[in-house]
């Protein structure tokens, strides 16, 4: 993937000056916070404690030179087919060589689309209406499509290698080391940002369940991985207000009102190199602009939550339908990790693979095969959404 399907140049009219200089402004701060570096643990096995502390002072840590070159290539090789398997428009049954599209036999959400540049849910009441400010859409190149996808939920069961890299075991001694090691899963997903194409995500806090607990922290709503397969940059990355994970809900109509427009003077970019991974909080505020450049962003997010944050809890958001997480749900859709780690083991069989406590607690093992992977369909109607 090298851009050449942005045949045309976009960019912010009138505003495109301000807004190149707002995208290099932010990239010094961003560089300037001491949020990034390799993933370390202590002689004990614990996260390090600089690591621990930069990321609840930012809401967000970028750890650096993740994922190497032969798991990149099995990523971005299932990222192709899935792109090339995707539905020819909304709501088709085939891609466009006429094969069963991609996801079209799946009852959870699973494809979600929008006008080239565009923002789909700002200004709107969609996600419980937590992006109340419309971001600028610019204009597209005449000869884009008409829409197209640009996340898509329920990744695990269309790509073995999303699967493989959710098993990975320094991220998972990551989330133990956030969460707690009884830590569960919460969602995962593909973000596509095309050049000239991909949609702008408005500013928003993730997180509908616990803003009013009165046991309520900065880590309540648990947090997102986000492995970059070709890197990021201010113009195309997820851009994040540091230290407003400790804030409680933010009024973002206010912020963008005092700002004067959507580039809130206080945010920086997460910059990131093919095979970086950021963690970062979903209570913090953070969204991203439409890729006017000439980059692809492909992202592969992994969420997880602490286990008190979801255990006995009622769901909301838009993952899936209401249900109150009891033990056999949190278990059920944990089953993902299992899978994850046996995968990753038949893949890579020189890694010391994570042993993940509940399921070792409970003498549970998980074999990954192709009875097991025809066992996953639609597995993110059990996504633990808070």
């Known amino acids: 993937m090298d851009g050449s399907s942005a045949t045309a140049a976009v960019n912010y009219g009138s505003e495109e000056a301000a807004m190149q200089a707002y995208l290099g402004e932010g990239e010094q701060r961003a560089l300037a916070l001491g949020n990034r570096g390799p993933i370390r643990f202590t002689s004990s096995g614990e996260l390090h404690p600089e690591i ?4 609840w002072r930012c809401g967000f840590y970028v750890f650096e030179g993740v994922l ?27 891609d466009a060589t006429g094969r069963p599209a991609l996801a079209a036999d799946c009852e959870a959400p699973t494809l979600f689309w929008s006008k080239p540049l565009g923002d789909p849910f700002g200004g709107t ?10 971001m600028f859409e610019p204009k597209a190149a005449a000869d884009a499509p008409k829409e197209v996808v ?28 956030i969460n707690g090691a009884d830590f569960t899963p919460f969602a995962d997903a593909i973000f596509i940002k095309e050049p000239g194409r991909g949609a702008s995500v408005a500013w928003h806090q993730d997180g509908v369940t616990h803003w009013n607990s009165p046991d309520w922290d900065q880590g309540s709503h648990g947090f997102n991985m986000m492995a970059q397969l070709y890197g990021c ?3 195309n990355g997820v851009w994040v207000v540091p230290g407003s994970h400790k804030l409680g809900k933010v009024d973002i109509k206010a912020l963008v009102a005092r700002a004067g427009s959507e580039r809130l003077p206080d945010a920086v970019p997460m910059i990131c190199k093919p ?3 950021a963690v970062t909080n979903r209570q913090a505020l953070h969204g991203s602009f439409a890729n006017t450049s000439k980059d692809w962003r492909v992202t592969l997010n992994m969420g997880f939550h602490r286990r008190k944050s979801v255990l006995g809890v009622k769901g ?13 749900r949190i278990r059920d859709r944990a089953r993902l990790i299992g899978y994850a780690i046996d995968a990753r083991r038949q893949r890579f069989p020189n890694e010391t693979s994570f042993v993940y406590k509940p399921h070792a607690d409970e003498g549970l093992i998980y074999h990954w095969d192709a009875e097991a992977k025809a066992g996953i369909k639609d597995y993110n109607l059990l996504d633990l959404s808070i």
């Open 150 to 177: 640009y996340l898509i939920l329920g990744s695990l069961q269309f790509s073995d290698a999303a699967l493989r890299l959710y098993g990975h075991p320094q991220l998972l001694a990551v989330a133990a080391g």
């Open 233 to 235: 940059t201010a113009a």
């Open 275 to 277: 095979g970086d991974v």
């Open 52 to 55: 621990v502390e930069a990321y």
């Open 125 to 134: 009441d969609l996600a419980n209406g937590r992006h109340p400010v419309k």
């Open 68 to 94: 190497k070159a032969d798991e990149l290539d099995d990523i971005e090789r299932d990222v192709k087919d899935i792109l090339g398997r995707l539905p020819v428009e909304r709501g088709a049954t085939v």
């Open 316 to 328: 909301g958001g838009l993952h899936n339908k209401e249900a109150v997480y009891d033990t056999d």
